[in-house]
């Protein structure tokens, strides 16, 4: 049977309303949580960007549900050492109830410490290296590696759960999806696409876990949930590569000119329609996705949880 987890959004809130907004999905019924990992909000609209780790560390506190990061990029902002030492860190602290989501990442997070942004083929490389370096550090014993990408020297974590991390990639073309199963430990992705979910188990991904994220704004005002959907998540619905390669908020705010309220409109989940919201789930559910984390766009969170709570959650998890 498909969960349904909450997708907390750093790029949209700060640590103390994400905080609380895993006490309300854990409330609300929400089994499991994502939490996003970026140094940059995608705009300026959005506003926040906490660091992911601190934010974990505060959620261990408050919550039981399972946590993972959706996702982050081990390979050039976070050294693979570094990302693997706060991965297990936040699994001692969840008592092991905490996974690992990484990719390839974007250009509007890597490129701040003036390194060059690689082309997507080199950055695949670089992620299927630091997935490499990250599992010999979980099992607890002296690491020193030396490949294409990566040294490590005498490395070795004092602080490690009973079992390693698992390690879930983020993919949505099929090189990146043929790399998720071949070294990840599931699939991560935000469309309900069939295709992919069967190019994963087919490449060596077997039943690992598939989930993906779904972006809605509930509210009972269609159109003003339209106008807060279009103002803070534009970015979400630029085509091709975009997403991987502008370098700032300001250039995301420039291509997102291209985005307009109609794209918004048919984009995402909108209002207080409970047949829209659940059909949007059942769609992710026929493609064969194992977990779908809900993400709420704009202020009304509460409303939101009580909405999914009492209309929306029990249509699809009877």
Sequence with gaps: MTEYGYFLACEEHGPAELVEQARMAEQAGFTKLWISDHFHPWNDAQGQSPFVWSVIGALSQVTSLPVETAVTCPTMRL?????????????VLLDGRFRLGVGSGEALNEHILGDHWPQASVRLEMLEEAVQVMRQL???????????HYTVE??????????????????FGPSATELAARVGDGFVTMAPDADAVERFRRGGGGNK????????CYGPDRDECVRTAHRLWPSELLPGELA??????????QASELVTPEHAAKGFPCGDD??????ALRDFVDAGFDTVYVGQIGPDQRGFFDFYRTKV???VMD
């Design 79 to 91: 050294h693979p050492v570094v990302t693997a030492q706060a991965a297990a860190t936040s699994a």
């Design 138 to 148: 979980f099992e607890g014993g002296e690491v020193s590696h030396h490949g294409k």
């Design 154 to 171: 005498n490395a070795r974590l004092y602080t490690v759960p009973d079992e390693p991390v698992p390690i879930d990639v983020s993919a």
């Design 209 to 216: 876990p598939v989930q993906a994220g779904l972006k809605v």
């Design 244 to 253: 991987q390669i502008l370098p700032t908020p300001r250039h995301f705010e």
């Design 274 to 279: 409970v047949d829209m919201h659940v059909s």
């Design 313 to 315: 959650l029990p249509q």
